[in-house]
């Protein structure tokens, strides 16, 4: 769930200020998940601006200081979500790990990076949720080293009913600063995009696995 709709405006308002939105209808996106899409929110542009990149670091960071009084550690979902990730535990002079996709086959193999205590209070940062299995991922692996997972906040989801199913099924609470909704009214009202692209959008939003150009 947004954490709330004026979080979720400015936001939007940000990434847009940023291009952090990529079109592409006459050539899709295809995303990890094989979904084809005509709309990218590359959050990692977030890094490069400053200004930007410092709001959201410290929206996420005290929302985390509401929501999760109790977190101990901060651990960013490898690769997006490594660099706003330790932005937050900065700004909450919290450790700081990250998770990898999956452990790596030479050195010490580690899928998680950093130095986490058993049962330690965890709260997990990520860039974006599309259908949450990366995510998701990333949390199992935390479990399996016997951390507690208080919940996943993000910069932004696209809110597809799978994640909430996937998230649901997991039973890990994930908060956003914004969401798709607000995302493509904020587009909309900078003129970032048009009414057809717009179509376009609301299209695709309404059955992203099945949807074609």
């Known amino acids: 769930m947004i954490l709330s709709k004026d979080t ?10 940023i291009n952090a939105i990529k079109l592409k209808p006459e050539n899709p996106f295809t995303w990890a998940s094989g979904w084809k899409s005509p709309i990218y929110c590359d959050n990692r ?33 490898a690769t997006g979500a490594i660099g706003i990730g330790m932005l937050v535990a900065q700004q909450l002079e919290l450790p700081f790990v990250y998770v990898r996709p999956e452990a790596k086959s030479h050195g010490r193999k580690n899928q998680i990076e950093g130095q986490l ?3 330690k209070n965890v709260v997990v940062v990520e860039d974006l949720i599309s259908t949450g299995k990366s995510s998701l991922k990333a949390t199992d692996a935390l479990e399996e ?14 809110g597809f009913k799978a994640a909430d199913e996937n998230f649901e099924a997991n ?13 493509i009214e ?23 696995s099945t949807w074609k150009q």
């Open 117 to 119: 205590e058993k049962g």
């Open 145 to 158: 080293a016997n951390a507690n997972i208080l919940g996943m906040i993000a910069i932004f989801t696209y």
């Open 8 to 17: 979720a405006a400015k936001t939007a308002e940000l990434l847009v200020q």
């Open 45 to 77: 542009i977030v890094l490069s601006h400053p200004e930007v990149r410092n709001q959201l670091s410290k929206a996420m960071a005290s929302q985390i200081k509401e929501l999760y009084p109790t977190v101990e550690v901060i651990a960013g979902v």
């Open 186 to 208: 904020q587009a909309v009202q900078s003129q970032y995009i048009d009414q057809n692209h717009l179509e376009t959008l609301k299209e695709w939003r309404l059955s992203p």
């Open 171 to 183: 039973q890990i609470q994930l908060h956003t600063l914004s969401d798709y909704d607000h995302l």
